[in-house]
């Protein structure tokens, strides 16, 4: 899976596989994978979650664009973008965009593709609050529902991986609104 996202980050991983233990589907969800489907299946189910999957993508695309376009980047806190916009550096952080890495005063961070979309958004611009809604639909791609808790934990654990650099409390939360990133 590792080496489909480091060619292609926005492909969809949709894993076929006889294992049905509950441990085996999350760990490979937590790895990266889209979507789980157990044998022996359905072709027509198959077909669907793929078709679901791509869709999902193209609107993530469309969302990327628009927020790009809506959300024009401050420049403060960051030191900066280089190599045409690949690299991002922002305090301690340096963000390769086109790798889609992570790295804290030279060391990686491992990053499933949902957590990394939401660095990305946000060191792309500092200081700016993104609410719950705003950021659910710029990394997820789809309309916001009702209130629920994704965007949180997603962020909790986006933290939580952050937290061995002492760089997690760069991600702040902006009570009753969302989160912004501040140095």
């Known amino acids: 899976m590792a080496l489909i996202r480091a060619s292609d980050a926005t492909m969809p991983i949709i894993v076929v596989s006889a294992r049905t233990a509950p441990a085996d589907k999350i760990d490979l969800l937590k790895l990266g994978a889209d979507d789980y489907l ?23 695309a469309q969302a ?30 340096q963000v390769d965009r086109a790798a889609r ?54 962020v909790s654990n986006l933290r939580h991986k952050l937290r061995p650099s002492g760089t997690d409390a760069y991600i702040q939360t902006v009570w009753g609104l969302g989160f912004k990133l501040a140095l």
């Open 101 to 154: 890495t992570l790295e804290v005063d030279g060391q990686d961070v491992a990053l499933t593709r949902t957590e990394f979309n939401i660095l990305e958004l946000l060191a792309s611009h500092p200081k700016r609050v993104f609410t719950k809604q705003e950021l659910f639909e710029l990394v997820w791609g789809e309309p916001y529902a009702t209130e629920d808790s994704t965007v949180n934990v997603h």
């Open 64 to 93: 990327r664009k628009a927020g790009e376009a809506a959300a024009a980047p401050t420049g403060e806190g960051a030191s900066g973008a280089a190599e045409g916009g690949r690299l991002l550096r922002v305090g301690r952080w």
């Open 38 to 60: 157990t044998k022996p299946f359905d072709l027509e189910e198959l077909t669907a979650r793929i078709g679901v999957q791509l869709r999902h993508r193209q609107a993530r």
